[in-house]
């Protein structure tokens, strides 16, 4: 009977540390879902796992399509942070249910409030900027000053731009209307399809390659792609880029159009203490530094400085306002975009 007891409580002492070691194994994890290329994520990763001990199962996909497995997974979903690009991404996903809402001293402390959303749910990581590229040899710089003046008759069949599907250009909308109003905005898309040099076509990229082709004098575009084209190894466009200045719409009221790449917790995180820890750490200095130097994007916080390729492009006047108002008026900027004939 001692005998049997004994291995009675061997067994469940077996147990019991198998049970202990399989949650210490499973904790110093996270999983996370980003819709950031690899490249431009997984040295970060790579460093927060070499800092802490904590390894990263990293799966990468299309946002949509990633926001998609979050709905069908549910519960039984691994993820634990979602990374995805676009503040109107991120509203989708909280609306979507399939975030938690995070309070952190740390990131309340160094994200500004305009990029991360006023309920928690998901924080703001990187900034990139949506301005007006134009060619060097047939646009002076004089000629130029507004989002609005895009659709002056002078700029007829001279403006590329990407298509009404693109997140990009709704977020683009999605601030106008919260400046100027639904009716003004559609007036002012109306009229910019009038000043479209074709049908859109292609993404940011393409737009600056048309407009240095000759196709358009006009081409907008996210700052971080402009970037990767001026530092890039193809030659094609590096040359296209050479011939493109950029300037800086709306300096003189509510400032340039910016956007953000955000992270979020999952709502059914298994490791949430790892979510938030990896969070923070994508926040720090020197992550927000090699944002700058690496994704031609500008940090998120105020204390760290642009590359200085960023820098060469000169200072600007960003739009204040709260970049979850981009998520708010999503559904709007699409039906608007439609009814202009925005394709």
């Known amino acids: 009977m001692i005998y049997s007891s004994f291995r009675s409580i061997l067994a469940v002492a077996c147990i019991l540390t198998s049970v202990s070691v399989s949650a210490n194994t499973t904790s110093a994890e996270v999983n996370v ?4 290329k690899e490249a431009l994520i997984k040295p970060l990763l790579n460093r927060f796992t070499k800092e802490t001990g904590i390894k990263v199962n990293l799966v990468t996909g299309k946002a949509d399509a990633l926001l998609k497995r979050l709905q069908t997974e549910g519960r039984n979903s691994p993820a634990d942070v979602l990374i995805t690009t676009d503040a109107g991404r991120l509203h989708r996903a909280k609306q979507a249910n399939v975030l938690q809402p995070v309070q952190s001293a740390t990131l309340q402390q160094i994200i500004p409030a305009s990029y991360r959303d006023p309920d928690g749910y998901w924080y703001g990581l990187s900034v990139r900027a949506r301005p007006v590229f134009y060619t060097k040899d047939r646009v002076n710089a004089t000629d130029l000053s507004t989002y609005e003046q895009l659709a002056d008759k002078q700029f007829k069949g001279q403006i590329c731009i990407r298509s009404s599907n693109n997140i990009y250009n709704q977020s683009l909308v999605a601030s106008m209307i919260k400046a100027n109003g639904i009716e003004k905005t ?5 009229q910019l399809v009038e000043n479209m040099a074709h049908p859109p076509r292609g993404g940011d990229r393409d737009q600056i390659r048309a ?6 004098t006009i081409a907008i575009a996210n700052t971080y792609y402009f970037g990767a084209m001026v530092s890039g190894k193809k030659q094609k466009d590096r040359t296209a880029a050479s011939k493109m200045a950029l300037f800086w719409p709306n300096q003189n009221d509510r400032g340039t159009h910016v956007n953000i790449s955000g992270a979020a917790i999952t709502k059914h995180a ?5 979510a938030l820890l990896l969070i923070e750490f ?8 090699w944002y700058a130097e690496t994704n031609y994007e500008y940090p998120v916080r105020n ?6 390729l960023l820098k060469s492009w000169g200072e600007f006047k960003s739009d204040a306002l709260n970049l979850s108002i981009l998520g708010q008026y999503n559904a709007e900027a699409v039906k608007l975009m439609d009814r202009a004939g925005w394709k």
Do not use: I, T
């Not at 879902?33 to 950031?36: I, L, N, T, V």
């Not at 407009?211 to 358009?216: L, T």
């Not at 298994?270 to 790892?274: F, R």
């Open 282 to 289: 994508l926040a720090n200095k020197p992550s927000q530094k």
């Open 33 to 36: 879902y980003s819709a950031r």
């Open 303 to 308: 204390d760290v400085e642009a590359s200085a």
């Open 211 to 216: 407009a240095a082709s000759g196709e358009c």
């Open 186 to 190: 559609e007036l002012w898309a109306k």
């Open 270 to 274: 298994s490791h949430q203490a790892n």
